[in-house]
């Protein structure tokens, strides 16, 4: 059974850190990439970062780029540190895990496997 596992969430000030984690088991393969993406309340899932199954190959949406560094250190846990966080951040972050195409990587629709999400809500 394949589970992900993020952690890491809370309630900060605008302009500090924070280090989200998200752990994968029973992925039959290694061969996938990670995403996290997020949700706020009203709007729809947006993609964040993603990293491929080497962790050679980063990406990052627009409005985090710069402040948000996605990186694993094995094929089960992968981490997304924010830095200046900022009021707008806030929303329920999701790891997710896909086997398909790197190309794919910002579609919600190329990744198998999602985790429950952690929140984090920052404070101006």
């Known amino acids: 059974q394949v589970q992900l596992v993020e952690s890491g969430g809370g309630s900060v000030q605008a302009g500090v850190s924070l280090r989200l984690s998200c752990a994968a088991s029973g992925l039959s393969s290694r061969l996938y990439a990670v995403g996290w993406f997020r949700q706020a309340p009203g709007k729809e899932r947006e993609f964040v970062a993603a990293?491929?199954?080497?962790?050679?190959?980063t990406d990052y949406g627009d409005s985090v780029k710069g402040r948000f560094t996605i990186s694993r250190d094995s094929a089960k846990m992968v981490y997304l540190r924010m830095d200046s966080l900022k009021a707008e951040d806030t929303a329920v972050y999701y790891c997710?895990?896909?086997?398909?195409?790197?190309?794919?990587?910002?579609?919600?629709?190329?990744?198998?496997?999602w985790g429950q999400g952690t929140q984090v809500t920052v404070s101006s």
């Open positions: 997710a895990a896909s086997l398909k195409a790197w190309g794919s990587r910002r579609d919600r629709s190329a990744y198998d496997y």
């Open positions: 990293i491929d199954w080497s962790g050679s190959i």
